[in-house]
């Protein structure tokens, strides 16, 4: 609790720092933070008057106090904790930001979003851990167990209670998306009108690029990149969040077609299905919601997610499709 009054005083005190300098000055021109955390690279732009330091405190900030929430790779994160089977541990107002959005996608896309799916994903030699050769019916059976959103609760006094003491929390597929999100927020009360805040290829923009004057504009890379970078699509976005999901570095020939095929986990069956769906990018109002469709929009049939996502006014989606020869077809929807 102590580090998160800390995090909203100094959101408080940039706030103040603001006011001051935008009295005497209208900032004109974009500064640039980079860093590393979350395992991966930041990039944000944004426009303001107010010392690059001082936001530079508000970000690292953030991530110190998300971390400490979300991040299962903290022993000591309140996940973490939840994990081992602590059922005493009050879940902050982020984590419970992440639950409901979480049970929200987990319920639109009928279960194939799922945060508990970590064990079977590991199981078959698709996650960090190591993998179970040859995994049995019996053992996939155990795994499945212990998955199922509908097997964990958030009580109203903001603890986590699981079915299984073992069932496995893991909110990677969206928490990304929710701390680009909070970043936005942040940089947008202390008087930021125009910004991007890009984490790990998962963005959320604001306003207008201060290069061009228009909407922001973003490249999508191409699936597989050879000696030269390619993009598949370039695209605006003004006000939204767009989030992809991939996983054709890691593929495998069908001998018999010649086909590339990936590999997905379906949380529901506890099975591993062929899919030539290599990769997929969701535009949406914030990131963390993007970023949790990506994920599911990887793991469920084309066909259902196109509905979805044509049901939705509020997202976009596009898949890259691949076919033999390494040609790849791109379907959209409300794109």
């Not at 800390?6 to 603001?18: E, H, I, K, T, Y």
């Not at 979805?308 to 794109?335: C, G, M, R, Y």
């Amino acid at each position: 609790m102590r580090s998160i009054l800390m995090g909203f005083r100094l959101w408080n005190s940039l706030a103040l720092c603001w006011a001051l300098y935008s009295c005497n000055q209208i900032p004109t021109k974009a500064n640039y933070l980079q860093g590393f955390e979350l395992g991966t690279s930041y990039n944000i732009q944004y426009i303001s008057n107010i010392p690059k330091d001082k936001i530079q405190k508000g970000i690292d900030s953030i991530f110190n106090i998300l971390n400490k929430s979300l991040s299962t790779y903290l022993p000591q994160s309140d996940i973490s904790k939840i994990n081992r089977g602590d059922t005493t541990v009050v879940v902050d107002h982020h984590f419970r930001a992440v639950f409901e959005k979480a049970t929200e996608v987990w319920k639109a896309t009928c279960g194939y979003f799922d945060p508990t799916v970590g064990a079977l994903v590991n199981a078959y030699g698709f996650g960090p851990a190591k993998a179970i050769n040859e995994l049995n019916l019996q053992q996939k059976d155990s795994l499945l167990a212990l998955t199922g959103w509908q097997k964990v609760k958030l009580k109203n006094d903001h603890t986590v209670v699981k079915e299984y003491p073992f069932v496995y929390l893991d909110f990677n597929a969206l928490a990304k998306g929710y701390v680009v999100d909070v970043i936005g927020d942040f940089l947008y009360k202390i008087g930021n009108k125009s910004y991007m805040v890009e984490i790990g290829g998962e963005i959320v923009t604001k306003g207008n690029s201060p290069k061009t004057g228009k909407a922001w504009k973003i490249a999508i890379d191409y699936p597989l990149q050879g000696a030269h970078r390619k993009f598949l699509q370039t695209l605006t976005l003004h006000n939204q969040a767009l989030a992809s999901s991939g996983n054709y570095r890691k593929y495998r020939i069908d001998t018999i077609t010649g086909e590339r095929f990936v590999h997905s986990v379906n949380p529901l069956t506890g099975s591993s299905k062929k899919t030539n769906i290599l990769s997929t990018s969701v535009k949406a109002p914030d990131c963390m919601t993007a970023d949790a469709w990506a994920t599911a929009l990887m793991v469920m049939p084309l066909e259902k997610g196109k509905t979805l996502i044509e049901n939705d006014p509020q997202l976009e989606a596009l898949w890259t499709v691949a076919t033999k020869d390494n040609f790849f077809v791109v379907e959209s929807k409300n794109w």
